[in-house]
């Protein structure tokens, strides 16, 4: 089992930036992913970005890439979602979840252990 607790939310304004971070408490998961997905009002839950816990291999949502970079510090068992250039469209909660499986994945199905979320709200 394991939990997932983010924080870094807030409000900002557009073109501003904004780190958000997960830690992890519980069962270790070196062959697992790491992901960040959100979710807006009326809308399902996207994918964002993804991390190999070991090896760090990344895959971004076409929608964030080139400004924002998901990392992690396993000894401090944290993934980080540094946000840059933040936009209108970028409001959201954001949730972060580990893979069901060992490996990379993208989909929502695909990951669990989900977090509380934090929200990110981007002003114009």
């Known amino acids: 089992q394991v939990l997932l607790v983010e924080s870094g939310g807030g409000l900002v304004q557009a073109g501003g930036s904004l780190r958000l971070s997960c830690v992890a408490s519980g069962r270790t998961f070196s062959n697992y992913g790491m992901g960040w997905f959100r979710q807006a009002p009326g809308k399902e839950r996207e994918f964002v970005a993804a991390i190999m816990w070991s090896g760090g291999s990344t895959t971004y949502a076409d929608s964030v890439k080139g400004r924002f970079t998901i990392s992690r510090d396993r000894a401090k068992n944290t993934v980080f979602l540094q946000m840059s250039s933040l936009k209108p469209e970028d409001t959201a909660v954001y949730y972060c979840?580990?893979?069901?499986?060992?490996?990379?994945?993208?989909?929502?199905?695909?990951?669990?252990?989900w977090g509380q979320g934090t929200q990110v709200t981007v002003s114009s």
């Open positions: 979840g580990r893979t069901l499986l060992p490996g990379l994945a993208t989909k929502v199905t695909e990951f669990g252990s």
